[in-house]
């Protein structure tokens, strides 16, 4: 599978984006799926995840409750719905595929990666 992400912009504090990740290839929903981003300076790191069949996701604290992780295996797609941005969020999302059932936070459990789609947020 190959991924392609998109969506990433400038956007004002308290604002909202939808990030995509589109995956070619006809095995899309036999990959978990993750976003992570990595600010300036600072190591990546988990944002969200969900599993193959998207029942079950899973959350970084700083982002739970404003951002939502979906999929739609028809499409070959997952999202990332972000609400109430704000500047410390700023930073490149990148999403990644990993094979298997299980959710993982850590980036060297996923084999697959998109390019990254940059978000940047104003105050």
């Known amino acids: 599978v190959q991924l392609q992400a998109s969506g990433g912009g400038l956007v004002q504090a308290g604002g909202s984006l939808r990030l995509s990740c589109a995956a070619s290839g006809r095995t899309f929903s036999s990959y978990a799926m993750g976003w992570f981003r990595q600010a300036p300076g600072k190591e990546r790191e988990f944002v969200a995840a969900?599993?193959?069949?998207?029942?079950?996701?899973s959350y970084a604290d700083s982002v739970k409750g404003r951002f939502t992780i979906s999929r739609d295996n028809a499409k070959n797609t997952v999202y990332l719905q972000m609400n109430s941005l704000n500047p410390e969020d700023t930073a490149v999302f990148y999403c990644?595929?990993?094979?298997?059932?299980?959710?993982?936070?850590?980036?060297?459990?996923?084999?697959?990666w998109g390019q990254g789609t940059l978000v940047t947020v104003s105050s």
């Open positions: 969900i599993t193959r069949s998207g029942s079950i996701t």
């Open positions: 990644a595929a990993r094979a298997g059932v299980a959710l993982y936070r850590l980036p060297t459990e996923y084999s697959v």
